[in-house]
């Protein structure tokens, strides 16, 4: 049974009411999370904006929090909503990268390859840690949420091999990301089928491994990070079946949405950026018109 979407409280600020299959809210993430009713969802796919690496200009956004524990404490209250509106076989999949303390820098210079990281402040060195320790942000937000009643199923390794160069010369260069598979209970849906790869000698199947290899993808219309294709759809053919409902908290340029669609399932998505908002509203109308439900 799918969403109503005429239960959600919308305020002017909604982008575009693009179908009964799609969806686009513009707004904070937590305020209207909670105008849902809840086990709506079937799924949520989603990448928060990351602690201290980039500044998207916009008051009010989830990563600028000066003290990291501010960061994961606004991620669990969000994420706890999010659990809250999912059904009670749903899941989660969360993507998170990592990063360094800021070894006394209390600004970032502007990154000609990555314009949005240039930023007017720079996190202090979080307490506990040292100039140029790496974080561990991801691992600190999965407890975070497995102390708040999710269940921690699975990390996975999001391997870019066309990852960005570093100048570091007293490290590797970093070219992995994380993704955290968490459900609401012991039991859940999962379509192990769905997401099969070839076995080693390319005669038969074998389970979805922990590494996935997926290339980055720019977008032409993003000077920002986006979600490539290819790492959201094993995602949700795993995690729901056609005609569910999907859900991004953090939709950016849509990706999830596009995604979505494309493999016939609805989808909602929360944007706080007018930018961006606009931006996947131009990316997934076109989509619309093109598929049945």
Known sequence: MGIDLSTLLVDKKTVNSLS???EIILGDSLENLERFDSEQFQMCVT???YWGLRDYGINGQVGAEFDIQDYIKNLVLIFREVKRVLKTDGTLWLNIGDSYTSGGRTWRDADKKNIARAMSYRPPTPQGLKPKDLIGVPWKIAFALQNDGWYL???IIWHKPNCQPESVKDRPTQSHEYIFLLSKQENYYYDCEAIKEK???????RNKRTV???NTEPYKEAHFAVFPTKLIAPCILAGSKENSWIL????GSGTVGEVSLKLNRKFVGIELNPEYAKIAQNRILPL???FTF
């Open 153 to 155: 199923r699975s990390d």
């Open 212 to 214: 996935w290899s997926v």
């Open 199 to 205: 076995s080693t000698d390319g005669l038969g199947s």
């Open 248 to 251: 991004d908290p953090f939709l």
């Open 47 to 49: 990448s928060p904006p």
């Open 288 to 290: 619309v018109n093109n």
């Open 20 to 22: 009964n299959n799609f």
